[in-house]
């Protein structure tokens, strides 16, 4: 009797050990964008950005997904949100990516964020950097 009772402690444990690396392997939804912002900002479109096409950077930093999404409102916007692994990775992002011109960057949480437009000015920029953020530290406690 004492092999099958070992017998079936070992099948329950190999169940309960299997179910637990299910659940670790279980994928994050892609990060759902704001369809509106201040300022007059909607989201045209949004779709995720395979990771070979990411900075090496981002990718070395420990990048878990991306995904760009176009903005039109009073210029048109684009906006790529890298989300890492942690929050120190995207932290560090900010410290390591070279300013450009009419590109704006920050991170939130798990997330660095570039906002670029060609046409808005560097203060819209900025105010949309700001609404995005605030919209991102809402979501980056759920992930």
Avoid: I
């Avoid at 704001?34 to 900002?41: D, M, N």
């Avoid at 942690?86 to 960057?105: C, D, N, S």
């Amino acid at each position: 009797m004492l092999p099958n009772f070992t017998l079936a402690l070992l099948m329950t444990l190999a169940a309960t050990l299997a179910g637990c690396g299910a659940a670790s392997r279980t994928e994050v939804p892609p990060l759902e964008l704001p369809a509106e912002l201040p300022g007059g900002y909607k989201l045209d479109s949004a779709r995720a950005l395979p990771a070979p096409e990411a900075p090496e950077s981002a990718r070395n930093l420990g990048l878990r997904s991306a995904r760009v999404a176009q903005y039109s409102g009073p210029g048109s916007l684009q906006v790529t949100v890298y989300e890492m692994t942690t929050g120190a990775g995207a932290f560090e992002l900010v410290q390591k990516w070279k300013p450009e011109a009419g590109k704006l960057h920050f991170s939130q949480g798990p997330y660095f964020v570039l906002v670029e437009s060609r046409t808005v000015p560097v203060n819209q920029l900025q105010t949309f950097a700001s609404a995005l953020d605030a919209a991102l530290k809402q979501e980056s406690p759920h992930r």
